[in-house]
């Protein structure tokens, strides 16, 4: 593989893998509010969650870059056209993917489980950490991968916020629509190619995770 | 050792009404009563994993509900060990990880003996039989060292040869770990081999309260 295309698959992963642990853990607490709590206002944060999902992902973007650009609330941090750009692109894009994916994992775990551990004198957060969690893990796993190969296909979000810098923002996405829009068909192959296995690799794996549920105890309610 | 529990409390799910007004004493206190009778709610409402609607639950000197006054004591500070039918062990662990889950000090060591598990705890829950299950249930509610332990059918899974040993291993936690116990069961044969005192109960209702003399055949 020649340099510069083994350059942009490794930018794209490790920016990929940067966005998915930045949503692991507020995706991961929303999954569990949404299946475990209810709250005034709970389908409006829902709603939220979901929008960049429907929405065009270039709008998603442009609302980035009115955030976080020059005149925006959160100019301050910088992060308009670099690698941060990319990594905060893909982990917006990615976030609805894993609450939805990791939600439906939360809401099987029998919530008598939890009672068993309290009843061992485990503290909500014990109990969350110990019990919870692992038995929701396949769910958790599952939308971390979605998110992370939708991560890697990020493309709208991405050029607004972050643009096509070579060796600073450029993506597997943006270098294909870029090497195509140039007439390097050779190129614009050879990164195809890339990402075809990468998100095949993570979407197998994914449904994988997701169809191999743990065996637990019949947990109904007792009379 | 035999405790004090006070159980006066009214707690209603769905069409179903449970009303309790009872000072008994635990040694080992059988519930006795066909199924549907409120055994496993009164269980559950001691536990803190039911709330009812009014009265109070004390156990010892520890009120752990009291509606007049507000007190509700969360169920990770309430004491109360419980082993329910499915036993709930946590599929994730080994036995070894189930029995420490809550234990204090050299305590897992002690049950394990009593309870002959030392031999399983390495071994994912998975794999277990029905009577191995009830003993690793039993083990990790004791190695949490209990105020009092409640037991729901604890044999229902198991079969006639397994019911005598898990039978005899009741009967050791009673005279060598002295925790007191509520033992709820429709089996009169198991009530009297190890009750010392028996509640009936029949459509939410105490109907007799007394010795083994009170169980049927």
């Keep these: 593989m020649p340099t510069d295309l083994l350059q942009v698959t490794g930018f794209t992963l490790a920016m990929a893998l940067a966005a998915t642990l930045l949503l692991l853990p507020p995706g991961v607490c929303l999954a569990w509010l949404f299946a475990r709590r209810e709250f005034p206002g709970k389908s409006l944060v829902e709603t939220l969650v979901s929008l960049p999902l429907v929405m065009p992902p270039v709008a998603t973007g442009l609302i980035l870059l009115w955030s976080f650009g020059a005149r925006g609330p959160f100019r301050s941090l910088d992060i308009i056209f670099t690698w941060r750009a990319v990594v905060l692109a893909m982990a917006v894009m990615g976030l609805p993917l894993l609450v939805r994916t990791a939600r439906p994992g939360f809401e099987q775990v029998p919530r008598r489980y ?90 197998w794996a994914s449904n994988r995770l997701v169809r191999a549920e743990p065996a637990m105890d019949d947990a109904g309610e007792g009379a | 050792m035999s405790l004090a529990i006070r159980l006066r409390f ?142 729901d059918e604890p044999l229902a899974a198991v079969d006639t040869v397994r019911r005598r040993r898990i039978l005899t291993y009741i009967r050791r936690i009673r005279d060598e770990l002295g925790v007191p116990m509520i033992y709820v069961t429709h089996q009169a044969a198991e009530a009297r081999a190890v009750a010392d005192r028996v509640l009936l109960l029949e459509d939410g209702r105490v109907t007799a309260r007394g010795t083994i003399d009170l169980l049927p055949g």
């Design chain 1, 114 to 203: 939890e009672l068993m551990a309290e009843s061992l004198g485990a503290g909500r957060l014990r109990v969350f950490r110990t019990v919870t969690l692992p038995l929701a893990r396949r769910g958790v796993a599952a939308g971390a991968l979605l998110a992370f190969s939708r991560a890697l296909g990020e493309f709208g979000a991405t050029i607004m916020i972050a643009g096509s810098i070579p060796g600073r923002t450029l993506t597997l996405p943006v270098a294909i629509y870029t090497a195509a829009e140039t007439g390097q068909d050779g190129r614009a192959a050879a990164l195809l190619a890339v990402s075809v296995v990468l998100a095949f690799g993570a979407a």
């Design chain 2, 10 to 151: 009214t707690l209603r799910q769905g069409r179903f009404t449970l009303v309790v007004d009872e000072d008994v004493d635990a040694g080992v206190l059988v519930l006795y009563g066909p199924s549907g009778a409120g055994k496993t709610s009164l269980l559950e409402a001691i536990a803190g994993w039911r709330q009812p609607q009014s009265g109070a639950i004390a156990i010892g000197d520890r009120i752990l509900y009291a509606s007049a006054s507000g007190v509700d004591v969360p169920v990770q500070l309430r004491r109360v060990g419980y082993v329910p039918q499915e036993a709930l062990l946590f599929p994730h662990l080994t036995v070894r990880g189930n029995v420490a889950y809550g234990a204090a000090g050299d305590r897992i060591d002690r049950v394990s003996e009593i309870l002959e598990i030392a031999d399983l705890m390495d071994r994912p829950v998975a794999g277990l039989s029905g009577g191995e299950r009830q003993r690793v249930a039993l083990a990790r509610a004791l190695a949490a060292s209990p105020a009092l332990l409640l037991l």
